[in-house]
């Protein structure tokens, strides 16, 4: 069984195809062992990133689990996974609209058993190794941005850097901005950083229960649940270093971006590879 449907993966892969700069061939005996096909490599890494299970159970004969870490990190260091989420977001920007006006920030914590840059203890956890990883969303849940760090760093801290992510999308902002978040972030602090950043804020008050003041937030906890469901790479990070653990965000992202736009479309929209269904 496919990791992705065929509708979400052939324009992802297009899309990914179109920016994997040109690979310089050259050896000192002008021979050298035939290199595996990217389209193989990348259906590997989304397999990996969907089904959550280690390089080597991924593996086979086509390639090798060598191979797809050493193809991912040179994917990584030329930007691709970055350039495909800007480039799904300015499309989906163009064919449904961000919706900007009401952003939404949350904390996710989720198991890191092998430790690393990003890990730390748990504070629900029983201080086992985690990482949290802080989302923006727009007011229908599509991912804006995420910042990723250990999971006994506080929600409040991560905010700046959160709301930072709204620079890619240079100055086509509204000038009013509301931004929803839960009673963790409930402080002076908060409140005057989102003041410097010219941004109302709805925060929900400590101490009164949470699906009384629920608001407009619930569209980011629906985007965690995406994330962690979707894509078990995610749930359970077993990476170690902070730039692969962006560069699967950036790809979940990716193909989070591509199903919505596939869903507002195709009541309005045809096309030859349309979904029978609605997905």
């Known amino acids: 069984m496919p990791a992705l449907p065929s509708s979400v993966m052939k324009p992802l892969w297009a899309q990914f195809e179109a920016l994997i700069p040109p690979v310089r061939r050259e050896h000192p005996l002008g021979c050298h062992r035939p290199r595996i096909p990217d389209h193989i490599v ?10 959550g299970a280690a390089y080597e159970k991924i593996a086979d004969t086509t390639c090798s689990a060598t191979t797809i870490r050493r193809r991912r990190d040179e994917w990584i260091a030329a930007g691709v996974f970055e350039d495909l989420e800007q480039i799904c977001l300015q499309a989906y920007d163009r064919i449904v609209g961000i919706e900007f006006e ?13 430790g690393g840059e990003a890990a730390g203890r748990s504070p629900v956890d029983r201080g086992k190794q985690g990482t949290k990883r802080s989302v923006l ?13 250990p999971a006994n760093r506080h929600d409040s801290p991560l905010l700046r850097p ?6 890619r999308f240079g100055f086509h902002l509204p000038t009013t901005i509301t931004v929803h978040l839960d009673a963790g972030y409930d402080s002076r602090k908060t409140r005057e950083l989102l003041a410097e950043l010219g941004c109302t804020a709805e925060i929900a008050t400590k101490g009164k229960p949470a699906p009384i003041q629920v608001g407009k937030r619930w569209v980011v906890e629906r985007t965690n649940s995406w994330h962690n469901r979707g894509f078990r790479k995610l749930a359970i990070c077993t990476e170690r270093r902070t730039a692969v653990i962006n560069a699967l965000i950036g790809l979940a ?5 591509i199903r919505r736009i596939i869903r507002e479309a195709w009541t309005t929209h045809r096309w030859d590879t349309r979904p029978n269904r609605r997905p």
């Open 102 to 114: 009401d952003l939404a920030v949350d904390g996710c914590l989720v198991k890191a058993p092998c």
């Open 162 to 167: 959160t709301l930072e992510k709204l620079c």
């Open 137 to 149: 969303v727009d007011g229908k849940g599509i991912p804006l941005g995420v910042v990723v760090a």
């Open 253 to 257: 992202n990716s193909i989070i971006v």
């Open 42 to 51: 990348f259906g590997k890494l989304v397999q990996v990133l969907v089904l």
